[in-house]
């Protein structure tokens, strides 16, 4: 007896739960809910909270997540308005605006499908966009031609018109460029003038340098002759300033002129043979006149 | 009641065939990954339902066989003929002897390979499966999992009850299976409620559990085939099928296991364990404690201990509680599914990193190079470029379209650390907040890149893009409702591509050699400057010397002439002629002197004045012989 009590309340709990699986539904804080009856909307869409409900088949619930979705686009190449390939990918941020119409537009409300059909709205309006811009609007160190910003803007209002032209439900909450990058072939010929703009640097500093070591010697050499040459000015003057004052004793050999000039002669001559000199004196010349008178070899004596 | 038997097997079969396909298209229907585990055990069941119902027929055609056998022997009272064993008396005894002997063990290696190539292929589908169950199928497909289970379970608990009796036992494998079959695709329906309600995941991890049953079958199997070779064959005494899998016995009657745990007792302790009040007790108490398992485990879901470092939501069905967060410490609340509780790290610092993925490979690297990859997965960013181009020697067209392009390509490594401030937002403002802050911040890297300058990045711009960065970051996470607080940015790593970083570093290089030969040239130019310093100083004191030389020597001369003027004046000519023959000697005393004593002034002498090279030699008196 006891048993089968046992067996009576396992069984009344499990179809109690079985029931209320059956005849109720929870829509979490986050979610909205539609529900179908007989396959047609019927009600508003559910908060959240407990709600009743009829089993299936006679109503069908279908739970929407609320909050805003994000997926990041493909990393894709377009061609920009300057003929550049150019590839971007970009993350959205949609929300389901209208449950009804969602579940409308895509079979069995899904998710899935839903960012199928935008991705292919936003290929759509990126290679459009893209190609109606340059490079360097894209990527551009003078901030006041980059145009990020806007196109940015550009692609997630082409997104939202698209939407809201086919009425899907759903709403581009925000959107934002997330990579930029260049075609494998296109990088290495960015590589390529990256190395180029560095020897440029190379070159320069190599032969500015050599430039300015010469015009440091060269500048050293001027000041250096300038120093010298004032330095044999300088010498000039002062040598000269002695024989200014050697000449004030010229007065004194004045006195007697004739023997000045003979000292000055002697003197002359004496510095004139200090050298190797080779001389020839007849027998007239003082001392040599003493040889005057002395027997020879010579013929006739 | 042999009739009976086999109108049981049919029925087995028939209802195993049934719900097999039923199941199969329920399956299929809500994409379940259990559900396929659910269905290919079925099928083993319709296999097996089928070999004892085949068997089941052989056994009641040797019956008869037999009866007619006994019946003939009877009228001619002849029993000699029909003692005999051969094959063409007892046609229906030697087909079932034949299919025991081969189609038995063959069927049960068939079995085996199902079992064991099932578990595993099963096994790797669902590792490689990616598209789940259909949420909006999970109500009809729980019915009628339901119903199948329910189905089952009525008619296999009615047919391993008959299949007890002796007579019955060839019911036995089939039975079991169904009765097995009712629970698993019960399961099967929790599952897919567990789908349904909050648990995604409990679908995939029933189907693993199911792939491991179905392992553990095929490893009975072959336990079996192995055994049944060295099994003793005693003559009269019946075998159980190879077929019949003990594990799906004790699967679809769990009670048996009490009955030979309690026979296995009673053989050991050699007196009635079974009959104890303790076991007795225990045997009667089992579900209530299940029960009360049960109940123990809805009563924990009632308390909830939210650990330091974290945050709980609290939802009441479905909705936000009164007071929705929970602080770290014990929360009494409602059983599941009333209340629900989801914890988030709120205190703890989290980090993600953009333009690289982090590896143990460049965690262990002690010097980070700009030549070298710092980690092994790097990206390139664009970023702009004020440099004009100049490249004049490339031709293709690639080329010529950068050329035009002012980009240049940097790669960056910047962690990112943040934390949860607002659970609530964190929580119920986006789907998936930590790749939205991942998007956010790569977003907000390339932007900042864009319009940046390559040269002013690796530079002087870093201070400035830590702090433009994480401004910016934090204020699109503010924007998009994330709850978060951006803690830290840290922009570590800035460089070139590896591929052009070398050509980076000769620039520096470079740089250094100009400065080098600035350097020598300096050094030189000093020496220059400080020699002619040297040499004017050294030209003016000689002047200076020179000078003084000049003054002094002709006041001397003076002074000496003024003495000279008396000695002249005193003897003219003495004088004169003494001063130069004084000279004389001295001055003329290191030059040659040829003195010619000639009368005959009309004389020619010839002298050779040409300078000698060896004056020394030529200079030598040579003796001469002459007499």
Redesign the interface.
Known sequence: MK?NF??L??AAVLIII?VL??FTF??????VAVVTTFGRITGAPRE???HLRW???IQ????F?Q????F?DKFSENLTG????LLSSV?V?WRISDPAAFLNSFR??SVAAAQSQLQSILTSAKSAVVGSN???D??????KQ?R??QIQNEIEQMVQDELQTNSYGIQVV?L???????PE???Q???????????????Q??N???K??????A???R???I??A???A??????G???A?????LR??Q??PD??V??LR?NA??Q????????????R????DL?QG?P?N?P?? | MERNVQKHGLVNLAAALVIFLAAFGATLYVNSQAGQAASLFLGLGVLVAFASWFQMRLEENERLEKLEVEELARRRGETTLFESKDAEVFPAQRAREQFEKFFVPGFSVLLLLLEGGGAYLLWRWISQTTSGMAPERAMPALAFFGIFALVLFLVGRFSVTIARLEQHRLLRPGASFLLAGAYICFVTALGIAGVKTEFPRIDAYLARALCVLLGLMAAETFLTLLLEIYRPRVKGKVARPLYDSRLVGLLAQPESLFTTAAQALDYQFGFKVSETWFFQMLRRSLPVLFLAQLAALLLSTCVVFIDPGEQGVLEHFGRLAARPVLEPGGHLLWPWPIDKVRRYRTGQIQTFEVGYVPDAQSQAAKTLLWSVAHYTTEVNFLVGNRQPATLTNQTDNSRDQVKMAPIGLIDISIPIQYQITNVLDWAYQIANPTNLLKDVATHEVVRFLAGSDLNSVLSESRVEATRLLSERIQNDADRHRLGVKILFVGVQDLHPPVKVAGDYENVVAAEQERIATNNFAHADAIQTNALADAQAFADVNQAQAVRQQTELSAFARADLFTNQIAAYEAAPSVYRQRVYFQMFPEATANSRKYILLVTNTHDVVIFDLEDKIREDLLNLNVPTNSP
Request: glycine fraction near 6%; proline fraction near 3%; avoid cysteine.
């Open positions: 048993r046992i067996t309340i396992t079985f699986l059956l929870q829509v979490r804080y986050s979610e959240p909270g407990l089993p299936w088949p069908q619930v279908y739970k997540d909050r805003t979705q994000n990041d300057d003929s550049i390939t993350y941020g069995n409300g340059t490079l360097a894209f990527v551009n160190a003078d901030t980059l990020f910003d925000f934002g460029i997330k990579q930029l990058g260049l072939s296109v990088t010929a960015v590589f390529d003038r990256m190395k180029a703009e560095r020897n440029i640097l190379i070159s500093a190599q500015e340098g050599q300015e070591a010469i015009m440091i010697r500048n050293a050499d000041q250096a002759n120093t010298l004032n330095a044999r300088e010498a000039t003057r002062i040598e300033e002695g024989v004052e050697a000449a004030q004793t004194i050999f006195q007697n023997l000045a003979f000292l002697v001559l004496q004139s043979l200090n050298q190797k000199s080779t001389l020839i004196f007849d027998q010349t003082p001392p040599f040889f002395i020879t010579m006739g004596h």
